[in-house]
C-alpha cells in the first residue's frame, strides 16, 4: 500500500510538471530585448592566449556561448606556427571546422603525424567523445570548434 502511493505521488507530480527538468533547454541562445540575431565579424574577433592546460603557441576566441558552461558553444582556435595537441580525450563529442591553413588529426594513443587525415579550409569532422586523438596544425591555421560544454582536453599520460 505505502508503494503503490509513493508510486501514485511520483506519477501525479510527473503528469502535473510536464516531465520538464529546466525552464532554460540546452543549445537555445538567450537574446538581449529587441536583439534577434548573434553576429561576430571577422574584423572584431578578440583573440585571446589559450588556457594554460592547452600546449603553447595558440590563441582562442569565444564566438558564442561558453566553453565551460553545460550548453552549446563555439569557439575558435588560431595557431601561427607549428602546433601540437598530444594524445587527448573530451567528453562529448567536437565538431570541429578548418577556416584558414590545414590540421592533421589521428586516433589511438600512439599515432603518429604519419598516420593522421589531413583537412583544409572547409573540411568538417567530428571526434567522437572518449576517442584518443592527436591534432597538428601548421602555421596560420585557425579551427572551429562546437559542442556542447564544459569542454575539456583530457591528455593522455604515457
Given at each position: 500500500?505505502?508503494?503503490?502511493?509513493?508510486?501514485?505521488?511520483?506519477?501525479?507530480?510527473?503528469?502535473?510538471?510536464?516531465?520538464?527538468?529546466?525552464?532554460?533547454?540546452?543549445?537555445?541562445?538567450?537574446?538581449?530585448?529587441?536583439?534577434?540575431?548573434?553576429?561576430?565579424?571577422a574584423?572584431?574577433?578578440?583573440?585571446?592566449?589559450?588556457?594554460?592546460?592547452?600546449?603553447?603557441?595558440?590563441?582562442?576566441?569565444?564566438?558564442?556561448?561558453?566553453p565551460?558552461?553545460?550548453?552549446?558553444?563555439?569557439?575558435?582556435f588560431?595557431?601561427?606556427?607549428?602546433?601540437?595537441?598530444?594524445?587527448?580525450?573530451h567528453?562529448?563529442?567536437?565538431?570541429?571546422?578548418?577556416?584558414?591553413?590545414?590540421?592533421?588529426?589521428?586516433?589511438?594513443?600512439?599515432?603518429?603525424?604519419?598516420?593522421a587525415?589531413?583537412?583544409?579550409?572547409?573540411?568538417?569532422?567530428?571526434?567522437?567523445?572518449?576517442e584518443?586523438?592527436?591534432?597538428?596544425?601548421?602555421?596560420?591555421?585557425?579551427i572551429?570548434?562546437?559542442?556542447?560544454?564544459?569542454?575539456?582536453?583530457?591528455?593522455i599520460?604515457?
Amino acid at each position: 500500500m505505502k508503494n503503490t502511493l509513493i508510486y501514485f505521488v511520483c506519477i501525479s507530480v510527473l503528469a502535473l510538471t510536464g516531465c520538464k527538468q529546466s525552464s532554460t533547454q540546452v543549445g537555445v541562445m538567450q537574446f538581449p530585448e529587441g536583439v534577434v540575431q548573434h553576429v561576430v565579424y571577422a574584423k572584431d574577433i578578440e583573440w585571446k592566449p589559450c588556457p594554460p592546460n592547452l600546449p603553447e603557441g595558440c590563441e582562442m576566441a569565444v564566438m558564442e556561448g561558453s566553453p565551460k558552461s553545460n550548453d552549446l558553444f563555439t569557439v575558435r582556435f588560431k595557431v601561427n606556427g607549428k602546433f601540437i595537441m598530444p594524445p587527448h580525450t573530451h567528453p562529448k563529442d567536437e565538431r570541429a571546422t578548418i577556416l584558414q591553413g590545414k590540421a592533421y588529426v589521428a586516433f589511438g594513443k600512439d599515432a603518429t603525424r604519419e598516420d593522421a587525415k589531413e583537412f583544409g579550409p572547409g573540411d568538417y569532422y567530428v571526434n567522437a567523445r572518449n576517442e584518443i586523438h592527436s591534432v597538428w596544425a601548421d602555421s596560420n591555421t585557425i579551427i572551429q570548434l562546437t559542442g556542447i560544454g564544459p569542454w575539456e582536453a583530457n591528455f593522455i599520460e604515457d
